[in-house]
């Protein structure tokens, strides 16, 4: 009996961690962006580009980040989906606010406890300058340079459910992630399936010099740094529990055939 649940409980293990690493990859979601004179597209899984981003760091430890996230492609998995419009007919850039704490700091560093706000704008005309001002007072307090037009809108406004980074001076990654993902009435029109969208956005990047540009001993002066992310749309909060419960499963079923 005992080897029986063993199996059973591999066996769905296995498929969950399966469902893991499909749900990582981005599931794919489908853009009608005729409204604004470009293409629909169908079966895209994410957006990439390049970000700025201003941080300032606190006595506390804690840190305020304003980041602007550009974005100048769509992709199916790891290609990029050409003939989409994409930074030729229109522009699409997010707006993400973060407060967190410092968690350790040198010569292994980490960051946690992320919170605030996530807006993806889509600017119809492409001619929306996508550069933040020297200044940022807090969170929510996003200026951009000259060159912002009254023709951008809001497709979906979310919060920051989690997010972390971490590494060393020489390299480092980010992940952060929201479960409240709400389209607006522009981006409904926009984003066409699934329906409802997909409630939860993930974001990775890789910052190669991140732990060696900002200073967490800095308290007086604004820091910037750039990178670039991907953004991509997973399953629910609770499909990501139950993945979480299968890789424990198969974690325990491990250690019980070693005895």
């Not at 480092?172 to 993902?181: C, E, I, M, N, Y």
């Amino acid at each position: 009996m005992l080897k029986q649940i063993k199996k059973a409980t591999l066996a769905a293990s296995l498929v969950v961690a399966s469902m893991a690493a499909s749900a990582t990859t981005g599931l794919p979601f489908t853009f009608d962006a005729s409204s604004i004179g470009s293409n629909v597209n169908t079966g895209l899984t994410q957006f990439t580009g390049p970000y700025n981003e201003v941080i300032m760091v606190n006595p506390d430890s804690s840190f305020d980040a304003t980041v602007l996230l550009d974005f100048t492609s769509f992709r199916r998995g790891s290609d990029i989906a050409r003939g989409t419009g994409l930074a030729s007919d229109y522009g699409m850039y997010a707006i993400i606010n973060i407060n967190g704490q410092l968690l350790e700091g040198g010569p292994d560093f980490k960051t946690g406890n992320w919170n605030g706000s996530i807006d993806l704008w889509i600017d119809r005309n492409f001619d929306t300058d996508s550069n933040l001002a020297s200044s940022l007072v807090g969170l929510n307090n996003v200026v951009f340079g000259a060159g912002q037009t009254a023709d951008d809108d809001i497709l979906f406004s979310s919060t920051i459910g989690s997010g972390q980074s971490n590494g060393d001076v020489d390299s480092a990654s980010f992940s952060l992630g929201s479960d409240d993902v709400g389209l607006t009435a522009v981006g409904s029109t926009f984003f066409t399936a699934p329906d409802p969208f997909y409630n939860m956005l993930i974001s990775f990047g890789n910052l190669e010099d991140f732990f060696a540009q900002v200073d967490f001993t800095n308290f007086t002066e604004l820091q910037d740094f750039s990178g670039e992310a991907n953004v991509r749309f997973v399953p629910e909060p609770s499909m990501i529990g139950l993945i979480g419960l299968g890789l424990i499963a198969m974690g325990f079923s491990a250690r019980r055939n070693r005895k």
